[in-house]
């Protein structure tokens, strides 16, 4: 990224600024100057020029310039319009010895999900992966999920979508009637939390060393501007919970929840519970030793299920594919 062009942005965004005055702030030519807001007019940008000097009118939400602008993270940005795998691509940076980075891109051309699934990514996404390498024990890393997806639904609460947290990696939006009335019109039905459509996943990496994390490639992909008519059966975007989105404030809220949650990983399983879905739910999970069912009673570090079964017996399960069945009070046939 040029640094040099950044300060450019950050000089426009205080508003109507002069090429001289412009140019003495930042200790450049004025031909410097032009040159650099020439480049950010060819990547999008729209700056205008006026009696009052340069205006920047609007910003590509995705870029790196604009991503860095005020970003509160310390992550280096790296975007791409379209790339086949953002996680592919940040496994590639990790070896060769990078941190603090995120790989963010528009639309995905060969994304994967957990178990080695394909997974849609249709331009109007926020499709993006983070290469960290924190020094904590091996059995901490699946707290790094949990994380992104307490900071993935955070941002979509920003945005204004109902998002909470199905167990184990995805972000999805209840669905059901909030206020429905019976006959009499005096009673109010619960929400049908066992019904959801699904806004975001995680698929999160790991080369350890010994036993420690050595690095941590943590992807994540979000239905942002999608349309309705570009989403899988059972899936939602943020542009079809709300009509609007600021991917930019998306992933810069993002990208500052995520980092703050690392820096105290005391605080994440108890702010994953406060947005969880699948607590309190009949779930049944697909495990490799076999089927749990039971009512989904609590998380626990780094992420651990705890599953009460109907004949009292509690199970810890740490991997599997979690669905919701019928609500507790309703028992499975």
């Not at 993270?73 to 319009?81: I, K, L, R």
């Not at 004949?311 to 594919?321: I, L, N, P």
């Amino acid at each position: 990224m040029n640094d040099t062009r950044l300060r450019v942005l950050d000089a426009l965004a205080d508003g109507p600024v002069s090429g001289p005055a412009l140019a003495e702030r930042l200790d450049v030519s004025r031909n410097a100057v032009w040159k650099h807001v020439e480049a950010l007019r060819e990547d999008d940008f729209e700056v205008t020029s006026g009696g009052a000097g340069y205006t920047l009118d609007a910003m590509p939400p995705l870029h790196e310039l604009s991503l860095s602008l005020g970003l509160d993270a310390p992550f280096a940005v790296e975007s791409h319009d379209s790339i086949d795998s953002t996680n592919r691509r940040a496994r590639e940076l990790a070896e060769d010895g990078a941190e603090e980075v995120v790989v963010v891109a528009d639309a995905q051309t060969g994304a994967r999900g957990r178990l080695d699934r394909s997974w849609e990514a249709p331009p109007g996404g926020v499709y993006l992966s983070l290469v960290v390498r924190p020094d904590v024990p091996i059995r901490d890393a699946p707290l790094f999920t949990l994380a992104a997806a307490v900071a993935t639904a955070r941002a979509a609460r920003e945005q204004g979508v109902d998002a909470h947290i199905k167990w184990p990696n995805d972000v999805v939006v209840p669905r059901g009637t909030t206020a429905s009335r019976t006959e009499s019109d005096d009673v109010v039905a619960p929400r049908d939390e066992t019904r959801y459509a699904k806004l975001a996943g995680i698929l999160t990496e790991m080369q350890g060393e010994a036993d420690r994390v050595g690095w941590l490639v943590v992807g994540i992909g979000v239905n942002a501007e999608v349309t309705a008519e570009g989403l899988p059966d059972g899936a939602t975007s943020v542009r079809a919970e709300t009509g609007a989105v600021d991917r930019r404030a998306f992933v810069q809220r993002l990208l500052s929840e995520f980092d703050a949650l690392r820096a105290d990983l005391d605080a994440v399983v108890p702010a994953w519970r406060e947005l969880a879905l699948t607590l309190g739910q009949r779930v049944r999970v697909e495990t490799p030793g076999g089927e749990v069912v039971g009512e989904a009673v609590d998380v626990e570090r780094p992420g651990t299920l705890v599953v009460r079964r109907d004949d009292g017996e509690t199970v810890r399960v740490s991997a599997g594919d979690c669905e919701h069945l019928r609500p507790v009070s309703e028992p499975d046939e």
